[in-house]
């Protein structure tokens, strides 16, 4: 069997639908294609030939196309916020910080990508290639494809898009077959702001489409479960293309006893409740220092009293939306069971509100221990435990016994003792006095350690993965013959030792390079 006779066997049958609710209401709200692997590979086809002519153009006149985008972005923000909280059930806050995010990246990545892109120069002492001028470019892969969750319909998937269009890439979007509405949306922006045919193209579908993507693409860049994450990066290595994952998390924070409690509380109401807890780098456990656990635990306890949660409207209306993604409400409602029947505490909310549409409870967990899913495993939703500790030294202990390592933040005032601290936790994103604000900053690079995935975004290095090397060495002055060439010469090696001497040899320390 062919490659593509393999992937139109895997594909949904030709013009199946999808339909997508409101999960705040139970509503359907859309119906999307279940795009088949063939047209999957037709549309990645189409972005291969418009990707020749987009890689040719200067990075000016791809920024101009990237800033008609932000542009387009910004004046259609009322009906992209719409679309957001109709599919994802967030609050609105939630789904503005999404656009915010995305009008950013328009901009960053338009500014920074012709300096990240500029040929660099190297330089080598080495006696076989002097006098050589060297250096190395960057070539963009060709076509990217972009997986994306329904967490963030617009920033996680197509806030992954502007970089690899930014470097000269074609792109082809899978989103969630939960919220593909945003994406869809961003492709009318395409066409409204006249960009080249083919550059930008969304596939809507299930995990089969989203197979049919990392089968026919030359970059893949994942967020979603580690599980799935595990399924695309084996098929990219039989395929030998490279892959970006940003997958689970089960971030945890710390309260050093010298910190300010009421910013303690405030930063664990937003990084465990924003989104509805449905973020890879919400805050899902807590340990506290000792001497402030009371005094923290009576706050938070008031605070989370005081949070609202329901149907999103407009803004001010709910600070905690409906839970997306139906199979979640019953992992939320798991890792609440087993904590109660493990000795654990409900001090807020602890279970799913009745319809129509998909809540659960902010919820506050006390006396918990590791033994109990809700430390261990991801919940992804607005629950919280927060655990006593002795010190910190048990704090760092328990953050590091976790197969994750996305993100961990700890809050104390005694800055140089928490940084140490923080440097100690194994997670590819640390922040101080701080959770989640990390991922606005498009220069910090963003990405987990152990089963939180495999490479960044963001950052330099979160850019040039949307590019192949090249590395380009010129002979400028060729000799007839170099020293190291057929037939051997023993005198041009008597030489060529003496130099090494000079060089490498006894002391000295050598050169570097
Ligand atoms: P998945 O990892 O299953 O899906 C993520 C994306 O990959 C979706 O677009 C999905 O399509 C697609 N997909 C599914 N199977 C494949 C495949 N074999 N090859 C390529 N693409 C595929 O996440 P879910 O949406 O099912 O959520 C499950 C869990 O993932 C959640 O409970 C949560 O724990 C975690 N999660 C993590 C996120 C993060 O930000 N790191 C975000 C969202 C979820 P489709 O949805 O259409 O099936």
């Not at 197509?158 to 969630?176: E, I, Q, T």
């Not at 993507?213 to 695309?232: A, H, K, L, Y």
């Not at 709910?318 to 939320?332: C, N, R, S």
Request: proline share 5%.
């Amino acid at each position: 069997m062919t490659q593509n006779q393999s992937l139109v066997a895997a594909g949904p049958p030709a013009g199946a639908r999808i339909a997508v609710d409101d999960p705040a209401t139970g509503a359907v709200v859309g119906e999307v294609p279940d795009t088949s692997a063939e047209e999957v590979a037709r549309a990645v086809e189409r972005a291969r030939r418009a990707q020749r002519g987009w890689a040719g153009l200067d990075t000016r006149v791809r920024a101009g196309f990237l800033a008609r985008g932000r542009r387009w972005l910004l004046a259609h923000r009322e009906e992209v916020a719409d679309r957001i909280v109709e599919e994802n059930g967030k609050a609105r806050e939630d789904a503005i910080v999404e656009i915010v995010y995305c009008a950013a990246a328009f901009s960053y990545w338009a500014k920074r990508a012709r300096g990240l892109l500029a040929p660099a120069k190297v330089r080598s002492l080495s006696p076989f290639v002097l006098g050589r001028s060297m250096y190395t470019r960057r070539v963009p892969r060709g076509v990217v494809g972009v997986i994306g969750p329904w967490n963030n319909p617009l920033l996680n998937s197509f806030g992954d898009a502007v970089p690899a269009l930014a470097a000269g890439n074609a792109v082809v979007l899978k989103p969630s077959e939960q919220t593909p509405l945003t994406a869809l949306l961003m492709e009318r922006m395409a066409r409204e702001c006249d960009w080249p045919e083919g550059v930008f193209q969304v596939v809507t579908g299930a995990g089969a489409t989203g197979r049919a993507v990392v089968d026919t693409v030359d970059f893949v860049m994942f967020t979603g479960s580690t599980r799935t994450g595990r399924q695309v990066a084996a098929r990219a290595g039989e395929r030998l293309i490279p892959c970006s994952l940003e997958l689970g998390g089960k971030d945890a924070l710390v309260v050093l006893a010298d910190a300010a409690l009421e910013r303690a509380v405030n930063v664990t109401i937003q990084g465990a409740l924003s989104n509805g807890g449905q973020m890879c780098t919400s805050v899902e456990r807590v340990y506290v220092e000792a001497p402030v656990y009371d005094a923290y635990l009576t706050l938070l306890r008031e605070r989370f009293q005081q949070v609202t949660s329901g149907r999103p409207a407009g803004l001010g209306s709910v600070d905690v939306g409906a839970v997306t993604f139906p199979p979640q409400l019953a992992v939320m409602e798991d890792h609440v069971e087993d904590a109660v029947r493990k000795g654990a505490r409900v001090l807020a909310g602890g279970r799913a509100s009745a319809g129509p549409g998909r809540f659960f409870e902010p919820t506050l967990l006390v006396d918990v221990d590791h033994t109990m899913k809700c430390m261990r495993e991801e919940t992804f939703g607005p629950t919280l435990p927060v655990m006593k500790v002795a010190d910190a030294e048990e704090a760092l202990r328990l953050v590091n016994d976790s197969r994750y390592g996305l993100q961990a933040s700890i809050i104390g005032s005694d800055m140089k003792r928490a940084r140490r601290l923080a440097e100690r936790f194994e997670a590819g994103c640390v922040t101080i006095n701080d959770a989640q604000t990390n991922y606005m900053a498009l220069g910090l690079p963003m990405g987990g350690w152990k089963e939180s995935g495999l490479g960044v975004r963001h950052g330099a290095e979160g850019f040039l993965k949307y590019t192949r090397l090249q590395a380009v060495s010129a002979n400028r002055f060729p000799m007839r013959r170099d020293m190291h060439m057929i037939p051997y010469e023993p005198s041009a090696y008597r030489f060529l030792l003496r130099l090494v001497d000079v060089m490498y040899g006894r002391g000295l320390r050598g050169r570097a390079d």
